[in-house]
């Protein structure tokens, strides 16, 4: 199981590799799926064989790389890091399968693609911190070139912006992890770079406080929290379509999956602390983006403020001190995952339909698009946590768990799931099955528009599958992500 791991990991960036060098179109879509594939299906063996009655990381794998400075290649996973890498895998796959009809440079597209993909699963794997960081940092520049080449009008600005932004938080990350390098220097007498090496040591309350903070603004623009997250409409709208899903779906998981993490085991004390300030960015950002969503006529900037929304539940629900809590908190990692990827893939087809994401542009398309339109309202239906799917369970269980300690920010955050619901199923109402405003000429033309394609049917039946699977019969997701949460509480 091991080797399945790496494997898993390095697999795409073998397979960037091999496409960027042969330079056949074809061979880079079909490489790309059946690599895809095989990862999701090792991420899938390597969920299933996972033994969440048994403590501690699984399918580890250590070997010194730099030993003078205590680095070495360090991977192992836990219930929400096997969990993150199996919703990360199906997410790539979904990509590369959607992409199939791309014209514009192809090989170079899907060869980032992949590059990315390793970059991803090392973030969700690494018990490194040097390894940890290089993955981290390796994601940046595949997706800098993904918004700046095939994204829409302002890809350069949305490019540049989500690049500074994302690295200016990564330097704080940086500061972070060397300053508990010199502390466990200064106690121990050696340089390491190890996760459990740190996960021993017993920091000041100084420390924590100053550590926390380096390594929480990293993940909090990464997240992103507010109000640091004004970089991310500007990227969802100007991104291509399966750029949006994997940077909602994946990318925006590597800040809340930090700070379960590393900040919780690392900076106890601190994070106690500090949870004031946390439910408070946290409650402002699903209350301010909820309504930022509801003002919005643009279909991807409302789902990027909806995703501002629903992270800040996330981060709620992991600073709340209480294992329901987080559990529901991984568990929404992954819902909204898949729930925010459905949507974007929904406004992506529109866009490729009707080239406008626009809702007074748009109007009744349920009267030419009926496959679409049920694909796309169950995506609403696992966007807005209706019971039966994925999200409904995650909410329900932060809500729950943060309400025994703070039943005041509990309720206040609440609104948040009402007002996720009022501005999902407006928009759906504007697209899907408002005629009055479309003109007659317009109607005409729609009368020729293809509905879902097979490269557009199996993404959506992957993801819907998949969140209705863990809204129907959540006991198995649940006992694994339960496994972090025992490692975290010490229990």
Request: aromatic share 18%.
């Amino acid at each position: 199981m091991e080797t399945l791991l790496n494997v898993a990991i390095f697999l795409p960036l073998v397979g960037a590799l091999l496409v960027a060098v042969i330079r056949n179109e074809l061979f880079a879509k079909i490489g790309s799926i059946v690599i895809g594939g095989v990862v999701a299906v090792i991420s899938l063996v390597l969920f299933l064989a996972f033994d969440f009655e048994k403590a501690g990381f699984q399918f580890e794998t250590y070997v010194p790389w730099i030993k003078t400075l205590g680095i070495g290649y360090h991977v192992g996973v836990d219930g929400m890091a096997v969990s993150l890498i199996l919703m990360t895998s199906l997410l790539f796959l979904a990509a590369y399968i959607w992409s199939w009809r791309i014209e514009d440079r192809p090989v170079l597209y899907f060869a980032l693609f992949l590059a990315l993909e390793t970059a991803c699963i090392g973030v969700f794997a690494a018990l490194d911190l040097f390894l940890f960081y290089l993955f981290w940092e390796g994601m940046l520049i595949p997706m800098y070139f993904i918004i700046g080449f095939w994204g829409h009008d302002r890809k350069v600005y949305a490019a540049n912006k989500f690049f500074l932004y994302t690295f200016f938080g990564s330097l704080f990350l940086l500061l972070g992890i060397a300053s508990i390098l010199v502390y466990g220097y200064f106690e121990t007498g050696r340089i390491s770079f190890d996760y459990f090496f740190h996960l021993r040591l017993d920091y000041p309350l100084w420390l924590e406080l100053i550590a926390f903070l380096l390594f929480g603004l990293g993940f909090a623009v990464k997240i992103p929290m507010w109000p640091f997250h004004t970089w991310l409409p500007d990227a969802h709208v100007e991104a291509p379509t399966a750029g949006s899903v994997i940077l909602a779906g994946v990318l925006l998981k590597m800040g809340t999956y930090g700070f379960v993490r590393f900040s919780l085991p690392f900076f106890p004390e601190a994070s106690k602390y500090y949870i004031p300030l946390i439910f408070t960015l946290s409650v402002v950002a699903v209350i301010y983006a909820a309504m930022m969503a509801i003002a919005q006529t643009h279909m991807k900037r409302l789902i990027a403020y909806s995703s501002i929304s629903h992270m800040g539940l996330v981060t709620l629900g992991t600073f709340a001190m209480n294992t329901d809590a987080l559990n529901g908190a991984i568990y929404l990692m992954i819902a909204h995952g898949l729930s925010s990827a459905a949507l974007f893939f929904g406004a992506g087809f529109i866009y490729d339909r009707i080239h406008s994401y626009h809702m007074d542009d748009l109007g009744g398309l349920a009267r030419y698009i009926p496959y679409f339109t049920f694909a796309f309202f169950l995506s609403v239906l696992v966007g807005i946590a209706f019971p039966g799917f994925a999200s409904f369970v995650s909410e329900f269980l932060i809500l729950l768990g943060t309400f025994e300690k703070h039943p005041i920010w509990a309720f206040v955050a609440g609104t948040g799931m009402v007002l996720g619901a009022a501005y999902s199923l407006y928009m759906f109402k504007r697209v899907m099955l408002e005629e009055d405003t479309i003109p007659e000429e317009r109607k005409e033309k729609w009368q020729k528009l293809k509905d879902l394609e097979f490269h557009h049917a199996i993404p959506f039946a992957l993801i819907i599958a998949l969140a209705l699977i863990m809204g129907v019969y959540p006991y198995p997701f649940v006992k694994i992500v339960e496994h972090t949460s025992k490692l975290v509480f010490g229990g």
